[in-house]
């Protein structure tokens, strides 16, 4: 049954629900279909065909064939169509917002946030793309020179989460344009509408046939979908935004290729508040890093750690805050929280939460299920004094439940911050310098974020380490994962 684009759409081409292949919405062959869900109102806005293994191929053979040309497409060239590309999501922000809260159900002022950030990527490396620079190295042999190139690598598999339709998207896809690459991109079965609507956005940029191929899967088959791409010899980059032990198994899967990888995966941020801290900064951006997207990003705060004497005066100005909260349905006026992708977010906090009352945690804020606005609506939940050994510190919560401790002493703290496999992002509320350095210094993490709460930016390298994983996108360092250092020796040059 065809559901109707929304009525609010200004621009209804924007609204694609085929797999975008060679520059054509095609229609798929595949006879199963499966069905996309606003978890705001659990109605079915969209029924996407559910792609075949073949046609996975060809839409792989056919970025392989488009590489050829497209490598050779002069960067300037490409930088114009990333820069025309950044100005039609602009013209087009309104609805591309409205398509992402439909879709994801976070609220209209962060889909619209979302917008402009992932188009920021495009502006940037409109930029980059005429600055890869390669170097001229003086050899041993004084009679030749070494230079090197930064070449595409060739066709990429970008692997992209529901958390930020637009952004992951356009974080992966601008490197690679900017660099020459073409990208086969599977979107997350639940939100495959931004990236769509991306796509017919990069055709009306100039984007050839098959530098952008956007195929369709559901949730049962994507895994089908991301071996196919991790075992593709056509394929020699994969870019994979998600969890850990899905990281893990993608590239078991790109191991027979031996292919160059991207990892961004889980995180278990620590915030760390000390007394030294501007304290009204350290709770609003601390809600922030928390609560953004309802705790649905890889960079949230997951571990709120405050020290001893600023720790009541935090708590409690933290649940003021928190009674601020508007939730409800994202595209409602005043909304400033929208609701979960899925009951199976909600699981996750309730049973982190129970744990941690188990083993002694405190109740600062007492959230818990709306079902008078919907089953994938959930008020946010905060705890205090968590005992260390709580899952909730351990463990990814993806969710609104802030798990507040306090702490006495600096190295203690430390210890415990980096005591997790994961390595994502951190933040560090002081005004003291020496606390500043020590902790961003020793932090094992990508990213630390000082005296801030919301840090990315389309300039900032983008990464983790450890089991957080590896890579960087965006900034200058975006474009190394895009490329391959290329030596050429000059011989003989002063016959
Ligand atoms: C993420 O953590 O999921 C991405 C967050 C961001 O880029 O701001």
């Known amino acids: 049954m065809p559901y109707s684009p929304p009525e609010q759409l200004k621009n209804k081409n924007l609204w694609q629900t085929n797999p975008f292949i060679n520059n054509e919405f095609i229609t798929s062959p595949s006879t199963k ?12 806005i969209a029924e996407c065909p559910e792609q075949t293994a073949e046609e996975i191929d060809e839409a792989i053979k056919s970025s392989y064939d488009a590489f050829e040309k497209f490598r050779k ?13 950044y100005n039609l999501i602009h013209e087009n922000l309104e609805d591309l917002a409205l398509i992402l809260t439909l879709e994801n159900g976070k609220c209209l002022t962060d ?22 620079y390669g170097e001229v190295i003086q ?86 979908v991301g071996k196919k791409i991790c075992e593709s010899n056509y394929i020699k980059k994969v870019s994979f935004t998600g969890s850990t032990p899905v990281g ?20 278990n ?37 405050v020290q001893s004497g600023v720790y009541d005066k935090f708590c409690s100005r933290f649940a003021e805050e928190i009674a601020r909260f508007k939730i409800g349905n994202g595209l409602e006026s005043g909304v400033t929280h929208g609701c ?77 911050c980096n005591d997790t496999p994961y ?7 002081s005004e003291s310098l020496n606390n500043i350095w020590y902790m961003s210094e020793y932090l094992e993490t990508g990213m630390v974020s000082v005296n801030t709460g919301v840090f990315t930016d389309c300039s900032l390298p983008f990464g983790g380490v450890k089991e957080s994983g590896f890579g960087r996108e965006g900034s200058l360092h975006g474009i190394d994962d895009y490329t391959y250092v290329k030596s050429i020796n000059l011989g003989n040059v002063y016959r």
């Not at 279909?33 to 079915?44: G, L, R, W, Y």
């Not at 497409?73 to 590309?85: A, E, G, N, Q, Y």
């Not at 796509?199 to 956007?214: D, I, M, R, T």
């Not at 893990?248 to 995180?267: F, H």
Request: contains cysteine; aromatic residues 8%.
């Open 33 to 44: 279909t499966f069905q996309v869900v606003n978890p705001a109102t659990e109605q079915i």
């Open 73 to 85: 497409t002069h960067p300037h060239d490409r930088s114009k169509m990333l820069r025309k590309l």
């Open 111 to 132: 889909a619209k946030g979302e917008i402009n950030y992932g188009a920021s990527y495009f502006e940037w490396f409109a930029e980059e793309s005429k600055r890869t």
């Open 139 to 224: 050899p041993t042999n004084p009679n030749n020179k070494i230079i090197t190139l930064k070449q595409p690598v060739g066709v990429v598999g970008l692997l992209c989460p529901f958390n930020f339709p637009n952004a992951m998207s356009t974080r992966k896809a601008a490197p690679a344009w900017a660099v020459g690459c073409t990208c086969i991109l599977k979107p997350d079965a639940q939100t495959p509408l931004s990236s769509l609507a991306l796509a017919y956005l990069s055709k009306e940029a100039g984007f050839p046939p098959g530098v952008f191929n956007v195929v369709l899967a559901s949730t049962e088959s994507t895994p089908m």
């Open 248 to 267: 893990k198994l993608l590239m078991q899967q790109s191991s027979s290729s031996l292919k160059k990888l991207s990892m961004e995966l889980g995180g």
């Open 269 to 305: 941020a620590p915030i760390i508040v000390f007394d030294d801290c501007d304290l009204e900064l350290a709770v609003t951006q601390s809600i922030a890093s928390k609560f953004r997207s309802l705790g649905q990003t890889c960079v949230c705060a997951n571990r709120i750690f």
């Open 340 to 416: 979960l992708i899925n009951t199976k977010a909600i699981d996750k906090v309730e049973s982190q939460m129970q744990d941690a009352l188990q083993k002694g945690a405190k109740i600062l804020v007492k959230g818990g299920k709306l079902p008078e606005l919907g089953k994938n609506f959930y008020s946010p939940s905060a705890l205090y004094d968590v005992p260390y050994d709580s899952l909730v510190f351990h463990e990814e919560t993806f969710g609104p439940l802030a798990a507040i401790a306090k702490f006495e002493n600096r190295d203690e703290i430390l210890k415990i």
């Open 423 to 429: 390595g994502l992002a951190s933040y560090v509320f």
